[in-house]
């Protein structure tokens, strides 16, 4: 559980005269993913509370050559990115990386460095390096997960998004317990709320079916095999549907899958039309999705990755299930499918959870105070 952090108020943490510069690969207006929308919140309350933030990122000219070559080099990527931070770094008070791009921390003088580990390369390569084609594993390995490692290593703060990340730090990066911060990335809740027989109506979605929701990139870290044996079950049981916000490889699909790719302000309907959340993912370092789906209501049923296994308090709020135990997964789900009551229940006591422990503004507050201590032993 994050430490003394979490009972500092958000008064005595206020975040006037601030100066923080942040460094992502992408920009929240270029890409939707995970990392950016936690970026996107996490600016936005910063500033609400009189924080002065910034962002480096690779700007839509360099992206488009990127992808023009084909050539998404994360060295490459930092490379692009190290003069722009040079050139900035001295007019703000802290630098912040995410993810790999703090391996420039080791270029920056005399200014704080921190970053943001939203997950590690090193705890996916434990759990799913075999999956990986030689030449990917070798690559991920030897230049991905060694920028992290020496960036980690290099920051004067570390912050892991949940428990796991933090264990992954100290035993693959060997970075210091004492240097760990642990912070969880807060939701924003879009206010509006719709019943599901006028979304579904809205969005074509079936009215009599009961409907199960995953987001996901469909491959075998995210557990689609997993998940796709899952919805047979749940399919000739209960002629349960399966809502996919993200994509499924062509020959895993089913007559009974509904696909959506919604902007993310967009995809609070998706939430809501919902009946359950499946997280079937093999590793997670958090697993934003879930979350915002259980803020919704939406009670989840999640194997012991990321997040889940502080967010969910079995059977109360969502179900937990043993790694990667498909037949208690399926029973889980069974389970819910089978009550209407419960479903409800656990979607309200999901939606009270992240309201109380997962807030975007709590997950400033938490930044702040970390920023703060920073900065106070710097003096």
């Not at 994050?2 to 005595?12: C, F, K, M, Q, V």
């Not at 070559?69 to 703000?92: C, S, T």
């Not at 929701?213 to 549907?241: Q, W």
């Not at 993912?281 to 939406?298: C, Q």
Request: aromatic content about 8%.
């Amino acid at each position: 559980m994050p430490g003394p952090l979490l009972e500092l108020s958000s008064r005595a943490c206020w975040g006037y005269d601030l100066k923080i510069l942040f460094v992502n690969t992408y920009s929240p207006t270029q890409v939707q993913w995970g990392v950016e929308i936690v970026l996107q919140n996490l600016m936005k309350e910063l500033r609400k509370k009189g924080v002065d933030c910034s962002l480096i990122s690779l700007s839509d000219t360099e992206l488009i050559t990127i992808e023009a070559v084909r050539f998404r080099e994360k060295l490459m990527i930092n490379l692009l990115l190290l003069p722009k931070l040079l050139h900035r770094a001295a007019g703000y008070d802290l630098i912040h990386f995410n993810a790999y791009n703090s391996f420039l921390a080791k270029f920056v003088k005399n200014k704080p460095c921190a970053v943001t580990l939203h997950g590690s390369s090193f705890g996916l390569h434990e759990i799913i390096s075999k999956s990986m084609s030689r030449h990917r594993r070798a690559y991920s390995k030897h230049i991905i997960e060694r920028m992290e490692r020496m960036g980690a290593r290099a920051c004067d703060r570390v912050f892991a998004v949940s428990e796991s990340v933090k264990h992954q730090a100290i035993k693959g990066y060997h970075v210091p317990s004492s240097k760990i911060d642990v912070i969880y990335n807060g939701v924003s809740l879009n206010p509006r709320r719709k019943s599901k027989r006028e979304l579904r109506k809205e969005l074509g979605f079936p009215q009599k079916v009961p409907l199960l929701l995953t987001v996901t990139r469909g491959d075998y870290t995210k557990g689609t095999d997993l998940l796709i044996e899952t919805c047979n079950k749940m399919n000739r049981d209960f002629n349960a549907h399966l809502l996919v916000v993200g994509k499924v490889p062509k020959h895993m699909r089913r007559p009974w899958m509904h696909f959506a790719n919604p902007r993310h302000e967009e995809i609070w309907k998706h939430y809501q039309a919902s009946d359950i959340y499946l997280n079937t993912s093999r590793y997670e370092g958090f697993g934003l999705a879930m979350l915002e789906a259980m803020g919704y209501g939406t009670p989840p049923v999640s194997f012991k990755v990321g997040i889940s296994p502080t967010a969910i308090t079995n059977g109360r709020n969502g179900f937990l299930v043993e790694n990667y135990k498909v037949a208690e997964y399926a029973e889980a789900v069974s389970k819910l499918l089978k009550n209407e009551k419960l479903r409800k229940r656990l979607g309200s006591s999901a939606a009270s959870t992240v309201k109380k422990r997962f807030s975007a503004s709590k997950m400033a507050d938490e930044y702040i105070c970390a920023y703060k201590k920073m900065l106070s032993k710097e003096q």
